[in-house]
């Protein structure tokens, strides 16, 4: 029987992608999504948390960019992978580190366009349609000290149309993250 895999995931939001997460791996006997972290109070991950009886830990500012709090914390409950999923901190450099090629990101557009800080949600799905992109799509990369700026694992992309909105492109960008998300974060833990 090989070690139960530990999944951590950091989020922000809705959580619309920690729950296609969480889905998928429901009936795992290798892997399992063991914490889920939270910078803000009453997100809707939380709830998803609680329903699916998760433990979740609210971010504290000032420890989690000032103390190996949270280094521990994870190492404490042996995490293989932290999965970011609209995370909208930056991962501090003593995580990094701690960490090395085991923190993954999804990004809403292709980078390297369209990344770096304040691009997330509508606002880069926004810029995307600004900038008469006739295609966008999901980056899905290891995190490093930069944001959006580590390794890319994987690509996928969606077409613009002419009518398409900030919302319908949000739309297009969610059915491919939550396709992709899971099989990714499976196929770097098996
Ligand atoms: C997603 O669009 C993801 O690409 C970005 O943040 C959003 C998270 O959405 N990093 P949700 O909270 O998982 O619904």
Request: proline residues 4%; hydrophobic residues 45%.
């Given at each position: 029987m090989t070690a139960l895999k530990n999944i951590a995931i950091f989020a922000s939001g809705a959580g619309s992608n920690a729950q296609k997460i969480i889905d998928h791996f429901r009936r795992s006997e290798a892997i399992t999504v063991k914490i889920i972290l939270c910078n803000k109070p009453g997100a809707g991950v939380l709830d998803i948390a609680a329903r699916e009886?998760?433990?979740s830990v609210i971010i504290e500012k000032e420890a989690?960019?000032?103390?190996?709090?949270?280094?521990q914390l994870l190492q404490r409950n042996n995490i293989d992978l932290i999965v970011l999923a609209g995370f909208l901190w930056k991962v501090p450099s003593n995580l990094v580190a701690a960490f090395p090629d085991k923190i993954i990101n999804i990004h809403p557009a292709l980078l390297p366009k369209f990344g770096g800080k304040g691009?997330?949600?509508n606002f880069v799905h926004t810029a995307v349609i600004a900038?008469?992109?006739t295609e966008s799509g999901i980056t899905i990369h290891f995190v490093n000290d930069h944001y959006d700026e580590g390794r890319?694992?994987?690509q996928e992309r969606c077409t613009i149309d002419a009518n398409d909105?900030?919302?319908t492109l949000a739309q297009k960008i969610h059915a491919l993250e939550h396709r992709f998300y899971p099989a990714i974060v499976e196929r770097l833990l098996t």
């Amino acid at each position: 029987m090989t070690a139960l895999k530990n999944i951590a995931i950091f989020a922000s939001g809705a959580g619309s992608n920690a729950q296609k997460i969480i889905d998928h791996f429901r009936r795992s006997e290798a892997i399992t999504v063991k914490i889920i972290l939270c910078n803000k109070p009453g997100a809707g991950v939380l709830d998803i948390a609680a329903r699916e009886n998760i433990p979740s830990v609210i971010i504290e500012k000032e420890a989690f960019f000032r103390s190996e709090e949270y280094v521990q914390l994870l190492q404490r409950n042996n995490i293989d992978l932290i999965v970011l999923a609209g995370f909208l901190w930056k991962v501090p450099s003593n995580l990094v580190a701690a960490f090395p090629d085991k923190i993954i990101n999804i990004h809403p557009a292709l980078l390297p366009k369209f990344g770096g800080k304040g691009m997330y949600g509508n606002f880069v799905h926004t810029a995307v349609i600004a900038a008469g992109e006739t295609e966008s799509g999901i980056t899905i990369h290891f995190v490093n000290d930069h944001y959006d700026e580590g390794r890319i694992i994987l690509q996928e992309r969606c077409t613009i149309d002419a009518n398409d909105t900030p919302d319908t492109l949000a739309q297009k960008i969610h059915a491919l993250e939550h396709r992709f998300y899971p099989a990714i974060v499976e196929r770097l833990l098996t």
